[in-house]
């Protein structure tokens, strides 16, 4: 009998050590689902934020790309006394207005409308106030995190030229005037 005493003795220690090791377990299973959860978060982010940036360096490409257009500009030489990033920050606005002159004096060629174009003309059609993921759908592009971020960027930078205004948390239309 004195070996069953020892066994259930063994076994009690046992159950208590397991048991005070019990809360640590427990709160360090919470600690690790929450950093889960922070680098979930994080790792969204990232992607959106790299889909905006795809987007963006797509756009700046074709602004890019019309600056050839612009050979027959006179030159004034103040691009030159500029800093560099400052010099193409300016001239892409510069060659992108010079190549929509030169198409309007060619054969008129169907091209899709640029993005703020778009926005603006599916915003004074709708009928009540719309969120990105809406007006991104209506223009027929892909519904990534990426393609909305851009028309929600889009919709930010015409809220603030007054061609459209906020109706609401997310909701936009266009402007009144």
Excluded: F
Excluded at 14 to 27: D, K, R, V, Y
Excluded at 69 to 88: D, I, N, W, Y
Excluded at 103 to 121: F, H, N, Q, S, Y
Aim: proline share 4%.
């Amino acid at each position: 009998m004195a070996t069953t005493i020892d066994a259930s003795d063994g076994i009690h220690s046992t159950i208590e050590q397991l048991q005070g090791e019990l809360p640590g377990l427990e709160s360090r299973k919470q600690e690790l689902e929450q950093e889960l959860a922070a680098v979930a978060q994080r790792l969204e982010a990232v992607r959106t934020a790299v889909e905006s940036l795809k987007t963006l360096s797509t756009t700046t490409a074709a602004a890019t790309t019309a600056a050839p257009k612009t050979a027959g500009r006179k030159k004034t030489g103040t691009t030159a006394q500029r800093p560099a990033s400052r010099t193409a920050k300016k001239a892409a606005p510069r060659a992108k207005a010079a190549g929509k002159a030169g198409k309007e004096k060619a054969a008129p060629a169907k091209r899709p409308k640029g993005l703020t174009d778009g926005i603006v003309e599916i915003l004074s059609k709708a009928k009540s106030a719309m969120k990105a993921g809406e007006i991104n759908q209506a223009l027929g592009r892909p519904e990534t995190a990426g393609q909305i971020e851009a028309v929600r960027g889009t919709l930010e930078r015409l809220v603030k030229a007054a061609q459209a205004q906020r109706a609401g948390r997310g909701l936009y239309e266009a402007a009144r005037g």
